[in-house]
């Protein structure tokens, strides 16, 4: 996978500390992040704004995509991207036990059938159940 810096460069971004931090603390993670994970595992290093507006940015730009979760806070993932096509139309896997949400970008949304006169943009699934992580813990 591209370092952080290339990612940024790829997207058209300048490297700054804060997405090149963000960038990192995504990529040492392979669940979903919420903003409150990212200040507590980037410290008092960026201020709230910063990151709002680094998390904006990366989603403006693809480089992240918001998963699915059933508190109503928002979480965002890596986009693991293929030869440039990528699709965010996969299912959402939430561990009860743990509470880490990840993506399982080989499961695909089956495709519906809506009623005449309405267009899907985008499709959201999310599994609850035990991540492999924790099956057998609980």
Known sequence: MKDANEILKAKGLRTTASRSGV???FRAHHH???HS?????LGKAF???????TLNTFLEKDIIHKVLDDEGSAKYALCQHSDGDHHHNHVHF???VCTTSECLTEVSIPGIKLPEGYTSASANLLIEGVCIRCYGKE
């Open 23 to 25: 960038l990192e603390a």
């Open 32 to 34: 979903a992040l919420s």
């Open 37 to 41: 994970d990212l200040e507590k595992r």
């Open 47 to 53: 201020d709230r704004v910063t990151l709002y507006r």
């Open 94 to 96: 939430k561990c009860r």
